[in-house]
């Protein structure tokens, strides 16, 4: 089974800027998550998608982050502009169900603002 | 609102010694309790889970009980080697009423490193 692929893996931009991941999850997945992982802290949920609707974005910064997942499979995770403090690895994840269970992570985009 | 407490590392052990990582947490209702990895260079990958008050999670020699009393899921490994040296994470998926959704919360970590 094909794990959960994202990318790019790394990025570097200049704050200010703007930058976008991407997320294919595991195929027949119908629970999306993004997660924000800053340097030395646990993972913070941004948002979460049942098929193509939103779920929970109650932490997602709406005023320069903004996520979309068109047709319920890949994902889309915008930062405009970007800020230094949005340096973090972003982690999206996905689950059969809305049961919290069954989680399969990505491997990260590593972003750096500079 | 719901949160993980996790003892703070690095902890350094040699070989073969006992580990314990403590974490507690806050939740209202029953959550599910988590343990994830993190290895160096690589992906979160569920190490093992409990989904109710007294239930023991166990996998790769790795153990931990679901505390209701006091609110606690500690990590446990009798004999610890190289190759686990990563960082561990404490987790809990609490159900929400309005959206009956089950999210992850996390704790900060705990950086294991183990010494030949």
């Known amino acids: 089974e094909a794990g959960v692929a994202q990318s790019p893996r790394y990025k570097i931009i200049e704050k200010r800027q703007s930058v976008a991941f991407w997320c294919n999850p595991i195929?027949?997945?119908?629970?999306l998550y993004w997660y924000q992982q800053i340097l030395g802290q646990g993972p913070k949920l941004l948002i979460q998608?049942?098929?193509?609707?939103?779920?929970?974005d109650s932490q997602l910064p709406k005023d320069r982050f903004s996520a979309e997942r068109l047709k319920g499979v890949d994902s889309t995770l915008k930062i405009q502009p970007a800020k230094l403090e949005d340096s973090a690895v972003y982690l999206c994840?996905?689950?059969?169900?809305?049961?919290?269970?069954?989680?399969?992570f990505g491997s990260g985009t590593r972003l750096t603002v500079v | 609102g719901d949160s993980v407490t996790q003892m703070e590392g690095p902890v350094t052990l040699s070989e073969e010694a006992f580990l314990t990582i403590n974490c507690t947490y806050t939740?209202?209702?029953?959550?599910?309790l988590f343990w994830y990895v993190q290895y160096p260079g690589e992906g979160l990958q569920l190490l093992l889970k409990?989904?109710?008050?007294?239930d023991k999670g166990s996998n790769k020699g790795f153990e931990a009980t679901y505390r209701k009393e006091t609110t606690s899921f500690h990590l446990e490994k009798g004999s610890v080697q190289v190759s686990d040296s990563a960082v561990y994470f404490c987790?809990?998926?609490?159900?929400?009423?309005?959206?009956?959704?089950?999210?992850?919360?996390f704790g900060s970590g705990t950086r294991l490193q183990v010494q030949p």
């Open positions: 994840a996905s689950s059969l169900a809305l049961t919290g269970y069954g989680y399969t």
């Open positions: 195929s027949g997945h119908a629970t």
């Open positions: 998608f049942q098929n193509n609707g939103v779920v929970d």
């Open positions: 939740a209202t209702g029953y959550p599910s």
């Open positions: 409990a989904t109710k008050a007294d």
């Open positions: 987790a809990l998926s609490a159900r929400i009423e309005d959206t009956g959704r089950r999210a992850l919360t």
